[in-house]
């Protein structure tokens, strides 16, 4: 299962490729999202594991009160506190609810790290569809060109035969209504070469004036691309989006844990010392010391079905997951099958035209023959031309879907990704020393 490898792009041997999938990764703006949020779920797995240990607080504050008359009498009178206090905190984690609530943060890092590792699979993917896509484009405005010059010629000669009374004006608008429809066709081409650049640019996160640059691509050999024999189905497994939707299984299952032991008693220890002064004294003397320590109880009685309520909302989180992962991996398979399936379909029709396109190469040579032998016309050649540039133009539409069906099955399958291999970074920083 090492098909296929982490830069199967490279494969197709298009230096400028490699090159737009390289710049694509560094600039586009999608990625700096999905990074982001993997820095925000690395923050909350902090937070979490920070939640697990003691705290240790001090404060210090000056604060004036008089105190009512009717309570000190003619004791009472205005007075300056001066204190400073320092406490710790510590909540044991009887139940490991604290671990757990650790835990769900850490799968939800892990996910959220595969999720940018999939915008990266799909962006690579999505910048050689372009590319392939902008190669046919080409390949189209050669075409239409050549069909534009068929039809051109075409026209020249009808209107000859016109005026030398061999044809009539019925075949000369036939040829008109021929050359307008080319340059149709010949537009439609540019403009297609132009929103393939514009494409690539907006997936390479620059401006419109960086699709001018990227020249004509060469083209590209979906063999390089090809699917191997033995295709084993736990390819399926190095899907990202698969593997991400599994960690937000194991996720949930913890927070159902955490809930759980929001229902039973918990202790903490707590501990606080101060020093305190009055009026004008020195609270650093030590006069007025005052110490507190004691662990503490906490028992839920009654919340009105609050933390029943969570179970229940966390139960129902964890079951969305696991119905997200299903749907991920029902579509995963039905993705895989279909593309396959239509590979294989392609592939016979990839014959087929084949066939054609001979033929009409072979019609056309008969036809020039004929020409330069004084035996046919060569208005009947052009015409022969005409098949020849349907079946061109039907080749080339077949071998720009097979390199595109190629690639979205290369990402069906997991673009190159190991799952296996996954090892967060971010998980270190938060990995706790005590159990």
């Known amino acids: 299962a090492a098909w ?3 830069d199967w792009w490279t494969g197709l041997g298009d230096a400028q490729l490699d090159t737009l999938i390289t710049e694509a990764l560094q600039n586009n703006p999608g990625l700096g999202v999905a990074d ?5 779920a690395q923050a909350e797995a902090g937070i979490a594991d920070a939640a697990r240990g003691p705290s240790v607080n001090g404060g210090a504050a000056v604060a004036g009160a008089r105190p009512p008359a009717a309570l000190l009498g003619d004791k009472a009178h205005f007075a300056v506190a001066k ?8 909540d044991l984690d009887l139940w490991g609810g604290k671990r757990a609530a650790w835990e769900a943060a850490v799968g939800q890092v892990r996910a959220a790290e595969v999720d940018a590792r999939a915008a990266r699979i799909e962006l690579s993917g999505n910048v050689a569809r372009a590319y392939a896509q902008l190669g046919y484009a080409f390949t189209q405005q050669d075409l ?6 068929r039809a051109d010629q075409s026209r020249e000669l009808t209107r000859q035969r016109v005026a030398a009374g061999i044809d009539n004006q019925i075949q000369l608008k036939q040829s008109d209504a021929e050359v307008a429809s080319a340059e149709q066709d010949t537009a439609l081409a540019r403009r297609a070469v132009d929103a393939a650049r514009s494409s690539l640019s907006v997936l390479l996160g620059k401006g419109p004036d960086r699709g001018l640059e990227i020249a004509r691509p060469q083209p590209l050999q979906p063999g390089a691309l090809a699917v191997p024999t033995n295709l084993p189905l736990e390819l399926l497994g190095h899907r990202a989006d698969l593997v991400a939707a599994r960690w937000r299984v194991e996720a949930a299952s913890k927070d159902i844990k955490v809930a759980k032991t929001e229902f039973l008693p918990n202790i903490s220890i707590g501990a606080m010392a101060g020093v305190i002064s009055m009026g004008g004294g020195n609270p ?7 110490y507190q320590f004691g662990p503490s109880l906490s028992l839920p009685i009654f919340d009105g079905g609050k933390l029943r309520a969570n179970l229940s909302g966390k139960d129902a989180q964890y079951d969305i ?4 992962y299903n749907r991920t991996l029902v579509g995963a398979l039905n993705q895989v099958a279909d593309d396959v399936s239509a590979l294989q379909s392609l592939q016979q029709q990839l014959d087929a035209q084949q066939r054609a396109q001979e033929a009409a190469q072979q019609a056309w040579q008969l036809a020039q023959q004929r020409y330069k032998a004084g035996i046919g016309s060569y208005l009947e050649a052009l015409s022969v031309r005409q098949q020849l540039l349907v079946a061109n133009r039907g080749m080339a539409a077949l071998q720009a879907q097979q390199v595109d069906l190629s690639v979205q099955l290369i990402q069906a399958l997991g673009g190159g990704y190991q799952p296996q291999a996954e090892a967060p970074h971010s998980t270190s920083s938060t990995t706790p020393s005590h159990s």
């Open 284 to 290: 650093l003397s030590l006069a007025g010391r005052f």
């Open 4 to 6: 296929p490898t982490t």
């Open 36 to 40: 982001a949020r993997a820095r925000a």
């Open 144 to 149: 239409a060109a050549g069909e534009l010059k």
């Open 321 to 324: 997951a696991v119905a997200q």
């Open 83 to 90: 204190y400073g206090y320092a406490s710790f905190k510590w």
